[in-house]
């Protein structure tokens, strides 16, 4: 039978199903605040009726800047499902840089948690919404120039079924980028759905009704990669951090509320670390709770270290522009075994793909072969990678005729199908013709006790056009000297790779959502020769 898939199938599900699954949200006061799944359908009914009663027809964009919460979540369900596009903005960028993404989105309506309303004031006059929406989280009442959230929900009737077709788009969301304007990816319904799916498999990030799901990854960040779709998908009970991300209060979060799955990006959690190190019997945590790291690399140190507090970390890969989750880490059968160096090298890898997610590295002669060593750029396709960026014609070389889109990533895949990041094409260092992996070393130099965080980036040389120098952040009150750092990597690595010189600094610049910014460090060091 030819049946839509369409996230208000999910919708009408979980209301019927899971009435009772419980949402729990961190308000900004810092107290929680509590409802059900059936309070969220009655709720996110009645906020698609009022978005179609404001004039909300197919197609059009409602943009979110919200923080991760049960009213976030009402409208990831209710925009969709009234027929609108669900357009998240993401918070932490520039003020100027928002109002344009929203105006080249088209955005009609905005849904705005009161406490950022500072932040929407910097850019109101840049880019103009037709309604503004209020979510009154701190209880304060909401200015008359705009619509209470409350309000609108108390006097409003249910949305008006759609025939949805699962071709419909049903979100966006805008890259990050590090270099040049973000550009817009459309998600369909259909897309959201299999990505659910597939999210959902044991192999994947494994999520079912029983557990408690943490996204801790900004609902504005691809969908906080897709966990409220598949949690609501299951069923789970969803616990979120509200603005309050630190790693004290996510700990005190996972403990009061048991949470099972979580998900972030790695400087997250080296925070989690730091505090569970310093205390580690200050928190009763659900033991085995999966952690999903992605966004950047997970260090191989990471992984072993919060395997010694009992949380399983679960290293995946994805992007804006594969909805985002493409390939996932878990052992396979035939790699099973007791945990050593082997097995802790291989889950630092970023995973296999998915199923209904293809994947091959490209070389200058042709596919790489699955061996582990050979480097190419990574191209992928399947059912919810995106086929084109929204209003933008200048990047349509990313795509090949037969629908494979290239990622910009450089990687090798060994015999047993697992992707390993090598780096970013822009930021490979090329010495003497030998290709260096910047993130092989950084992995290597956070290893290292003192060290908080590692950037490696290629330098110009006179002799061998490029040279890798690492920029270091040391952990509080530690001191090392770039001689004792060398020396640390030297056992790893062939004599050529090792970075010529080690830079410490106070902090790595970095993107809104937490991508080192190496074109910054390259600007700043361009000039640096050994001495
Ligand atoms: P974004 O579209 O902002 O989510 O960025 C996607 C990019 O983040 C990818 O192309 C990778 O370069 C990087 N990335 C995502 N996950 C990982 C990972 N597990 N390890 C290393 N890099 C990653």
Redesign the pocket.
Known sequence: MRFPLTLAHIFERAGKLFPKSEIVSRLPDKSLHRHTYSEFCRRARALGGALQHMGLKRGDRVATLMWNHYAHLEAYFAVPCAGGVLHTLNLRLAPEDIAWIANHAGDRFLIVDDVLLPLYSKFREAAKFEKVIVVPLTGSSVAAEFDDYEAVIARSRPFKPLALKEEDPAGMCY??GTTGRPKGVVYSHRALVLHSLASALPDVMGMSNHDTVTPVVPMFH?NAWGMPFTAAMVGAKLAFPGPHLDAVSLLDLYQSEQVTLTAGVPTIWAGILQALDQEPARWKLSAGMRMV??????PESMIRAFDRHNLMVI???????TT?VAAVNYVKRELAGPAGDTQYAQRAK?GVPLPLVEVRAMTGEGEAAWDGATMGELEVRGPWIAAKYHDLETEADKWSADGWFR???VVTIDAHGYIK?TD?IKDLVKSGGEWISS?DLENALVGHPKVAEAAVIAVPDAKWGERPLAVVVLKPGQSATAAELREYLAPKFAKFCLPDGVLFVAEIPRTS?G?MLKAKLREQFKDWKTS
Request: avoid cysteine; charged fraction near 15%; glycine fraction near 20%.
């Open positions: 890259t990050s691809v790291v992605g966004g950047a690399a997970a290293h995946g890969w994805g992007m804006t522009e985002p970023q990622t910009g990533d990041i970013r993130v959502t991508k």
